[in-house]
């Protein structure tokens, strides 16, 4: 792609990472430079299609679980039983492709498989209209907010290999409430799905991740028949979904040697980033109560009027 577009736009060098990432702003949200041109090349070039089922949401909000339960899910009859299912043997993040990176993997499925998945960080008005205008069915996960700001620390210092006395969190937290994170303003990527799926509830489910953990079952089985792959009785019966619930747990995953050992491959989910980053456990600790009060009351004002309540 010409690359004269990044001289054109506004961009925001992270101070809390020693100034190592940069990250520009289009069509008002925030990315860097590689997820910003695989996002373009999607909405110049991309065909969705009818069958399509779009796997949504901002980074360290859900979407690994949201991954691992829908790929289970609509390949539960090709592999029979969860023992054999390619996420205990594959990368959990190369088994759903990425819009922003692996548009020929999913050319290649719609010409030569029934897989319908694609997963995606962009926001609902940047995605390619073709998504829109084609009706495919769009699943949007969000989760708690200082999860995703811890989570969001941790992965782009980790990263860049910067020590946490060396990353200020700080800083980091600031500039995540004046709107620059990945894919963010956070909240504005929250609304445009949001609003979406108020509009289109047929084509759009908008699930909280705190909701998924609170109760596995019935949030399954609603996503299930939402895009299309329902579980019988028989299937239910035989534990099936309790099965899948079990292997697509965070617990189960991150204690696999394949999510664990080694670096993604660069045309996976990140160029080299370490696997085991994006399993990361929650530590407590890095907010004050200072902080907790500001990005909440940010939030509420941010949502107000919506409609839409965030787990605090």
Known sequence: MDQQIFQTLPKHTCSWLKGELTCYKYQDFWTVQKWLEGAILAQQTFKAEPSDVFLCGTHATGTASLKALAFAIVTREKHAGSSTSPLLTTFLHDCVPLLERNLDKIENNHKNSSF????????????????????????????NVEDAILSNYHFAREALKLRVEDASFEKAFDEFCEGISFNGPYWDHILGYWKASIE?????????????????????????????????VEE??????????????????????VNQSGKCRPEGNQSGAEKQLFFRKHEDGYFTNEMKLKIHKLMDQKLSGTGLVLTK
């Open 236 to 257: 239910m019966k035989a534990g099936v979904v309790d099965d899948i619930i079990k292997m697509c747990s965070l617990e189960h995953l991150s204690s696999l040697d």
């Open 116 to 143: 319908p998945l694609v997963a995606t960080h962009v926001p609902y008005t940047s995605l390619p209209e073709s998504v829109v205008a084609s009706k495919c069915k769009i699943v949007y996960i969000h989760g």
């Open 200 to 232: 289109r509830p047929e084509d759009i489910l908008f699930l909280k991740y705190e909701d998924l953990k609170r109760d596995p079952t019935g949030n399954v089985k609603r996503l299930a028949e939402f895009i299309g792959y329902p579980f019988s």
